[in-house]
Structures are given as structure tokens and as C-alpha cells.
């Protein structure tokens, strides 16, 4: 086995690099934008990478804007949400409100079914 040590990776075109077994089959992509914010008062991301922004959309409502737009809506996503001492049901993404700017995330809910904003809020992005 060999390790690569590099500082960085380039792809030869505007497209990310890829990842590819000996028989060059793609195995793997890199996530194409993810952010960890607080999504309580005042929105406050932690850190991101490719997000420009979270907007507030009410109550348990945001939605996260792209630095660099998607190739297209299909997009995967994957959001998990916590509160101290909270449950949470109901997590998603919005179809109808993804775009290739960003999407809406919506839906937190306590187990009574009451929406509550969230103290932490991680999102991460893959797709084209």
C-alpha cells in the first residue's frame, strides 16, 4: 500500500477531482458544501465550507445559501439537529425549495409537535 502526502489536489478542469479504483470505476466523492451553525436568535455559523449564508425562515426555518451554486437540484443532503435536553422529530429538506443556490431546511418539532429553533444545526451537501 502506498500513502499520498500532498498539500494539495488539483483537478485539471473546473470539475472536482476523482475518485477512482485500478479499473478507474468512480468510489467516492468529496462533499460538495456543509455547515454547522446555531440556529437560535440571531443565526450564527460555526463553520462551513461552500455556504455563504443561512437565512432565518421562522421558527425552526432556515435555509442554507451556496457560495458556489450546484450542477443541478438533485442533490443529496444530510441534517441532524440538537438541543440541549429536546427531542427532535421531523428533520428535512424541503424538494419543492431546493435549488442549485441552496435549500430550505424545516420541520424541527418537539415530540408534541411544537416547532422550536435549534442550538445546533449541521447540514452537508453532495451532488454534481
Do not use: H
Request: hydrophobic content about 35%; overall charge negative.
Amino acid at each position: 500500500m502506498s500513502t499520498l502526502a500532498v498539500g494539495t489536489i488539483k483537478s485539471v478542469s473546473s470539475a472536482a477531482p476523482v475518485f477512482q479504483n485500478t479499473s478507474g470505476t468512480e468510489i467516492g466523492q468529496i462533499c460538495k458544501a456543509w455547515v454547522n451553525f446555531d440556529g437560535t436568535g440571531t443565526i450564527a455559523m460555526r463553520d462551513n465550507f461552500n455556504v455563504s449564508s443561512i437565512t432565518d425562515g421562522g421558527t425552526g426555518v432556515y435555509t442554507a445559501n451556496f457560495t458556489t451554486a450546484m450542477a443541478n437540484a438533485n442533490y443529496a443532503s444530510v441534517v441532524s439537529t440538537g438541543n440541549n435536553d429536546k427531542g427532535r422529530y421531523g428533520i428535512m429538506i424541503d424538494s419543492d425549495d431546493k435549488t442549485t443556490s441552496g435549500c430550505k431546511i424545516f420541520g424541527f418539532q418537539t415530540s408534541t409537535g411544537s416547532s422550536l429553533d435549534s442550538e445546533e444545526v449541521s447540514l452537508a451537501i453532495f451532488g454534481d
